[in-house]
């Protein structure tokens, strides 16, 4: 593989990021959500669960626990999020949407999917899972780097 050319990658996901980030938040807030796209994925992963451990929900949505613990306190004192301990281990925090959570979601969900959709365009099936597959072998490359060391 020719060096080379992966100079500017990162530089390519960066901005990648930066632009799709920037037009969820503006999707957002031209229909009234208060919400970041980093706290959207955290209300999205509750959705898909009745009730998870704040770590869980930490692997669930790739963050770190402390940023997980600062996004959910903020959904808290928002009203989108309960947070309670654990009966058998006060350490361990469930956490769940709350109904005003619920429906943030069902009215931002829509919104989010029409972001992806202006994000896809143009492109294919075969795109989407040549990009999949490339990203999915770089995170793969790099999370056994960590493995490695760790042992």
Known sequence: ????????????????????????????????????????TVISELASQET????????????DAPTVSRIVELLVNR???????????????????????????????????NARTLGWKGLNNKDYEDLTRILGKISSNISSEYDSERN
């Open 79 to 113: 009203g989108y999020v309960s947070r309670k301990a654990d009966k058998l281990d006060r350490r361990k925090f469930l956490v769940s949407l709350t109904k005003k959570g619920r429906e943030v979601y069902e009215k931002s969900a829509p919104i989010l999917f």
């Open 1 to 40: 593989m020719d060096l080379s050319k992966t100079k500017r990658f990162g530089v390519h996901l960066d901005v990648t990021l930066k632009l799709i980030k920037q037009d969820i938040l503006k999707r957002f807030r031209e229909n009234g959500i208060d919400l970041t796209p980093e706290q959207w």
């Open 52 to 63: 998870i451990y704040q770590r869980e929900l930490a692997a669930g949505t790739f963050k």
